[in-house]
Each structure stands twice: as structure tokens, then as C-alpha cells.
């Protein structure tokens, strides 16, 4: 639509394009500034004229029930079904072009772990939501060489870049490839960052919940996968031993296989003391949202696999002590005892553990390191991970408050910002020909034309709203009912009407009729973006205007998902 800036800020200046109209809310707050606001009312920006009649400054069961109904089509995510999987793509392009410029109709695992969860929770979307994790499962154990490799040499990781992340293990592919390969640039596998623990931790996290409700087996997680292709780090090396192990008995390359490899993986690695490129996949550090992930996904598959065998079990209890005795079957087959028994994991857990608990109090995501480092970071959405989906057992109410607390530093006017100096989708991004990759040159050029205070503000008020809703559930199991625990300066009705302000403001980012996102070009109505990006121009006068127009990444599916369960946490209210 528009391929001239000037015409475009032109266009957003004179009201051509729409940009939303702000909705008074009448506030339930009771006395917390930081947080809730307590002011009679607030704005939310509003870019969907249906979803203005919607919003409520309270939520019944019925209102929730009405807006399941009416975004359902919104909401719903697309599955992609192939002869060799079914799969999410990271979002949905009604225009190939775009796909293929942004590369975001590959498949990235975190995503499609959000995706399972919102699916498994939706009525009859339960077998897509097992498919998706069943080809996560598979795409993970078609890694066995290359996890073999690096567990037997973990120095593999500390490579020269994009070599050392090269040889971690992928967290990013292309569902249009039989046999799961990598995303390609000129006919070569496009350098990623992937070492990236989180969305690994969110693998076994996804897989232990799944088995957990009995929505998968022990028999389809032992089934042989095929491994098509190599996964190897170099083609020069030797097959290590359990390759040539897994060779002759197939089994050994099985989806529990993968799971086992990926314990002794995480293990080799050491996850509680690596820096990893985190949810945002970009400069590694030493993530505490990365750790906490792994650890709560630790703690849940050690408590799936322990307990006592006695007689008389339940169906239940046989299908775990099963899973308990396969698990430990093929952690001696590929002679991993020491890195993936259930002894390692608890160990494991106490490490991790430590490390986690000192970053919180150290501040937030990296704090370890000198402020006047690249890599120092206290305020970070993706430490929402820690209370949802994958809290930390010993997290406790202070430090789960105090994450609620640091990213709300982040929020801005239509969504809540990665974290603070973000230089991507910043002012006028699509307009300075710099690729959505984890390229350096890439980030370099983001560098240079950051304007500040206008980082993207993304999607995670759904998010955020869930957070609250859990941590709020919390408090009450406590007996907190009134009043506030010692320390704490948030009560859980502070907490709900936090999450009733960030539903609202989720709906908002709903986009309407006519708009046009960031890079100039039309986007759809009734879609989900991955953020609200800044237009910045300057008039002639001098004078410089911004406004905000959603991501061209629309709809993005991580949206959806989050959504979907932000709702379905409102109706458990």
C-alpha cells in the first residue's frame, strides 16, 4: 500500500490509517499505583470496534464464556498436517512473500509448545494438541547424533560463532522438510541462535504434563522414530557410541530416547551455569528465566518417575512405573548413567536451584554480570516463564511478586516491551532494509537506528494477565484471602484487577478494519500481532510525531496461544 515513508507518516498524521481510539475503563483498584493503578479509571487503545462492547471492568463466568465464543476464529490455531508430522508455524501469512521474507512460517519449538498447551486445552482441539507434541517430540529425536555428540564433548558449544550455536541443540526448522532441516539462505542452513534452554526445558515440561493426564502413552513414546538426514556436527566426525548403539536397536532412537538424551544434554552443558541465547534469541547470557524453566521441567519428570511400586496400582500408577522402568532402561542402553539417572536430575535440580534463587535476588534475568555489561539485564518479560507455564517448586511468593513487580517496569500504552533498549521492531524497523534475523550484521544495523523509547510492545498482556491469576490463586491457597502477606504489596484482589486491566488491554491488539502495519503494507481485521510497533517522523516545523501500528508478524500463533489460555484461566476463576 504504501512504499514511500514520507506518504506513509503522512498518511498516519492526516487519519488515513487507522491507529485505534482510546476505551474508558472503570478501575476496581483498591490502593496499588505500581501495578493496578488505582485511578477511577484508565484507557485502553482500542484497534477492533467489536471488542469495544466487550470489555468489562469485571469478569463473570458468562462474560468469559462470550468472549471464548466471539474470538474463537481469532484464536484459533492453524495446523499444518504433513505425511511426516503435524506442526504450528510461528505465524500465519495469507501472502507467501511475507512468509519468506521473515521466515516465520518455520516451525520454532517454544512456539509450538505454547501452541500444545492452548490447543490441549480447548474441547476438541485435544488430538491436534498431542500431534503437535508427538512431532516435537520426533524433530527432538532426530537430534540423538548431535546430542550424542555434545554430550560427549560439550566444548562443541564454546565453538567460534555461529559454530558453537550451530552445534547446540536446534530449536528452529522447516516444516516443508521431510526430514526436519534447517531453515535455508542461499541454499545453506541459515545460522541460528540456538542454544537456547528455555524452549528445551519447555520441551520436557510439555511431555511430562501430556503424560501426566494420560493424553500420551509410554508405548507412543517407544516407538522408533525414523532419523532421516544427519544431525551431526561434522560430517567428519565418527558416529558416537550410542549412534552405533541406536543403529542396531531402534528403539534407542525413540521419542523417550530424545527425552533421555536431552536430561543428559542439559546436564553435559551445564544449564545452570550457561549462557544461552534465552526466549529473545539473541546475545547470549546467563538467563535466569532459561534456568527456572529447566528446573520446574526437571522437577516435574523426576516426580513423574519416582514413587515406590506397590501392588495394586492403578492403571495410573502402572502406566508410570512403566514409563519410571522404560526411562531408566534406556538411560543404561545409551550409558548415560550419571547425566540423565534420576540421581543426576535431583542433582541437577539442587544446582540449578541455587543459581536461580541468587539471580532473583541479585534483580532479575542476568544480573550477574557488571551493569556496564552488554549481557546485565534485571527487567525481562520472559521471566513470566517462571510462573507460567513452568514454575519452579520453590519459588516462593516473594520472588514470584517480585517478577510481577520488574516486568511491569515494561508495560507501555498497547503492550509490554521484551525488555528496555530493544532495538527490534523499534522505530521505523521495516523501514531500514534490516532483516528479522539473529544475524550480527543484523543487530548492528538495529543498533545504529534505534531511536530510544520506542521499543515494540508485544503481545504479553495476555501473559501477564494469566500470571496474575495464578500467583493470586496462590495467596488464597495460603489463606490469604485478605489483607496482604508480610512483605508482599500485592493482594490478590490488586492481583485480579491487574489481570481484568491486561485482558483488556490483549483484546485491544486485536487489529480492525483498514489498518496497515509497520511496514507500510495492509493487514488483515481480527488478528492477533506479535507487537505494536513505533512510526516516528518529524514535520517540517520541526515537530516530531509517533504513532503505533501493529507488527507486520501477523497473526502471530505464540498470540493465540496465550490468549487462548489467558481466557481459559479467567473461566477457572
Known amino acids: 500500500m504504501y512504499s514511500d515513508f514520507g506518504a506513509f507518516a503522512k498518511a498516519l498524521d492526516n487519519g488515513v490509517v487507522p491507529v485505534g481510539r482510546d476505551v474508558l475503563i472503570p478501575s476496581q483498584a483498591v490502593g496499588d499505583e505500581a501495578m493496578a493503578g488505582s485511578h477511577d479509571q484508565y484507557r485502553v487503545r482500542i484497534h477492533n470496534a467489536g471488542m469495544a462492547t466487550l470489555l468489562r471492568a469485571e469478569y463473570s463466568q458468562s462474560d468469559i464464556a462470550v468472549l ?8 484459533r490455531i492453524q495446523v499444518v498436517e504433513q505425511p511426516w508430522g503435524t506442526f504450528i508455524n510461528a505465524a500465519s501469512f495469507d501472502s507467501q512473500d511475507e512468509a519468506s521474507a521473515t521466515n516465520y512460517d518455520a516451525v520454532w519449538v517454544r512456539d509450538s509448545i505454547w501452541g500444545y498447551y492452548a490447543l490441549a486445552a480447548e474441547a476438541g482441539r485435544e488430538q491436534d494438541a498431542k500431534a503437535v507434541l508427538l512431532t516435537q517430540l520426533s524433530y527432538l529425536a532426530s537430534q540423538s547424533e548431535r546430542m550424542d555428540r555434545v554430550i560427549a564433548r560439550p566444548e562443541l558449544l564454546d565453538m567460534p560463532e555461529p559454530v558453537g550455536s550451530m552445534n547446540a541443540v536446534h530449536i528452529r526448522f522447516d516444516a516443508q522438510s521431510p526430514d526436519y532441516a534447517d531453515v535455508t539462505e542461499h541454499g545453506e542452513a541459515q545460522p541460528w541462535t ?11 515440561a510439555a511431555s511430562v504434563h501430556a503424560l501426566r493426564d494420560g493424553s500420551v502413552t509410554l508405548d507412543e513414546l517407544s516407538v522408533p522414530v525414523p532419523v532421516p538426514g544427519s544431525k551431526a556436527c561434522s560430517e567428519n566426525d565418527a558416529p558416537s557410541a550410542s549412534t552405533r548403539d541406536a543403529a542396531a536397536h531402534p528403539a534407542l532412537n525413540s521419542r523417550l530416547a530424545g527425552l533421555v538424551r536431552l536430561v543428559a544434554y542439559l546436564h553435559a552443558v551445564k544449564f545452570q551455569e550457561m549462557e544461552d541465547s534465552g526466549a529473545w534469541e539473541e546475545q547470549p547470557r546467563r538467563n535466569t528465566s532459561s534456568i527456572g524453566i529447566v528446573v520446574s521441567a526437571l522437577e516435574d519428570l523426576r516426580a513423574l518417575l519416582g514413587g515406590a511400586v506397590v501392588e495394586h496400582q492403578s492403571p495410573a500408577r502402572q502406566e508410570r512405573s512403566s514409563l519410571a522402568r522404560a526411562y531408566g532402561a534406556v538411560v543404561s542402553a545409551l550409558h548415560l548413567e550419571g547425566l540423565a539417572d534420576a540421581e543426576s536430575i535431583s542433582t541437577l535440580i539442587v544446582e540449578g536451584n541455587e543459581v536461580l534463587h541468587r539471580q532473583l535476588r541479585m534483580g532479575g534475568e542476568s544480573p550477574d554480570y557488571p551493569v556496564e555489561d552488554a549481557r546485565y539485564r534485571q527487567a525481562d518479560a520472559a521471566l513470566l516463564s517462571l510462573i507460567y507455564p513452568c514454575r519452579p517448586k520453590e519459588l516462593n511468593l516473594a520472588e514470584e511478586l517480585h517478577i510481577l513487580q520488574i516486568v511491569g517496569s515494561l508495560i507501555g500504552d498497547f503492550g509490554i516491551r521484551r525488555y528496555l533498549h530493544d532495538t527490534y521492531q523499534s522505530a521505523n524497523f521495516w523501514w ?7 544475524d550480527p550484521e543484523s ?6 537506528e534505534f531511536v530510544r523509547g520506542t521499543e ?4 504479553f498482556d495476555s501473559w501477564y494477565a494469566t500470571c496474575c491469576l495464578v500467583v493470586a490463586k496462590e495467596m488464597e491457597a495460603d489463606g490469604m484471602r485478605t489483607g496482604l502477606p508480610a512483605g ?14 491486561h485482558l483488556n488491554r490483549a483484546l485491544g491488539q486485536i487489529t480492525g478494519d483498514g489498518m496497515v502495519s509497520a511496514d507500510g503494507k495492509p493487514v488483515g481485521p481480527d488478528l492477533l500481532p506479535e507487537s505494536y510497533n513505533r512510526i516516528v517522523a518529524r514535520h517540517d516545523d520541526g515537530k516530531v510525531f509517533t504513532w503505533a501500528v501493529p507488527s507486520p508478524i501477523a497473526p502471530l500463533n505464540w498470540a493465540k496461544a496465550s490468549l487462548t489460555l489467558c481466557l481459559q484461566e479467567f473461566l477457572q476463576e
Do not use: C
Open 68 to 75: 471464548l465464543s466471539k474470538t474463537a476464529g481469532i484464536r
Open 194 to 204: 540456538h542454544k537456547q534452554n528455555d524452549a528445551l526445558g519447555l520441551v520436557i
Open 432 to 438: 531500514h532494509d534490516i532483516k528479522p534475523d539473529a
Open 443 to 448: 543487530h548492528a544495523k538495529r543498533e545504529a
Open 456 to 459: 515494540a510492545e508485544w503481545f
Open 488 to 501: 508482599a504489596s500485592m493482594s490478590p484482589v490488586m492481583l485480579r484487577e491487574a489481570a481484568v486491566r
